[in-house]
């Protein structure tokens, strides 16, 4: 969605756009701190829209979070007073977890007592509003899933095959012009380092590479590693998560399969 990060971000190019209406590609600027919820929000307007207009959205993505957030809503929690959320934020990650093992034991029994970003929120949430993260989670709101006919099909490519092609893709990337979309962002004064296109794949290990921490390979291998383990993520995702009855490309009919293959473009 960062208009900063076409290459590194594996946006369809310009001419694959050309083909066919995209949506929600490219329209936030690097210098906006963009969320899942925010997101979710657009593109239930979106789709929403599409159907209104008698035409048929494709939702394409790997993220699980966004893709739950969209279909089951999110939960409304108010925004955390800034002080607290300063003061929590501040703590060591073991007195963070101290104190949410009293402040919401419930909480502190399901997270890793290491986990710094989850301890965090949930200790803030619970500071700030007064009532557990899971109180406010089981209010989710804004979701669309029952509100669309929805038709999924999962695609689960073979481990091995995934991870040449994310080499061969990766350095297709650097040798395309990712490394000038890093070089261009460094640049700009108004995106901070705590930014999260700041932290895309891809992007800390070339700014590395630029400031001459590590070399051009190193700068490879270590993307493509954080690639692997980001497509591990998705695969665990979408093996245990989604419900029964969504459909699994490798687990179609022949026949069905080659229809979905030769649809006209």
Aim: a neutral charge.
């Amino acid at each position: 969605m960062y208009r900063d990060l076409r290459v590194i971000s594996a946006r369809p190019t310009s001419a694959d756009e050309a083909r066919a209406e995209h949506r929600l590609y490219g329209h936030i600027d690097g210098a906006t701190h963009w969320s899942a919820a925010q997101w979710a929000a657009e593109a239930r307007e979106q789709i929403m829209a599409i159907i209104a207009e008698g035409r048929l959205p494709i939702l394409t993505g790997g993220t699980g979070l966004y893709m739950r957030t969209l279909l089951e809503g999110i939960a409304p929690v108010p925004p955390i007073d800034p002080s607290i959320r300063e003061a929590v934020r501040a703590l060591p990650v073991a007195k963070a977890y101290a104190e949410l093992t009293v402040a919401d034991p419930g909480a502190a029994q399901r997270l890793a007592p290491a986990d710094t970003t989850r301890v965090a929120r949930a200790l803030e949430v619970v500071r700030s509003t007064g009532r557990p993260l899971a109180a406010w989670q089981a209010e989710r709101v804004g979701g669309i899933g029952d509100q669309v006919d929805l038709a999924p099909l999962i695609v689960l490519p073979d481990r091995a095959d995934l991870n040449e092609r994310i080499d061969q893709r990766l350095n297709q990337m650097f040798a395309s012009g990712a490394i000038m979309e890093v070089e261009a962002l460094l640049t700009r004064n108004d995106v901070d380092e705590a930014a999260p296109v700041r932290r895309a794949i891809g992007v800390p290990e070339i700014a590395a590479m630029l400031a001459g921490d590590i070399d051009r390979e190193t700068a490879l291998t270590r993307a493509a590693l954080a690639t692997r383990r980001y497509a591990k993520r998705q695969y665990t995702w979408f093996r245990h998560q989604p419900p029964p009855h969504w459909r699994r490309v490798d687990q179609l009919p022949a026949a069905e399969l080659e229809y979905y293959f030769n649809l006209p473009s």
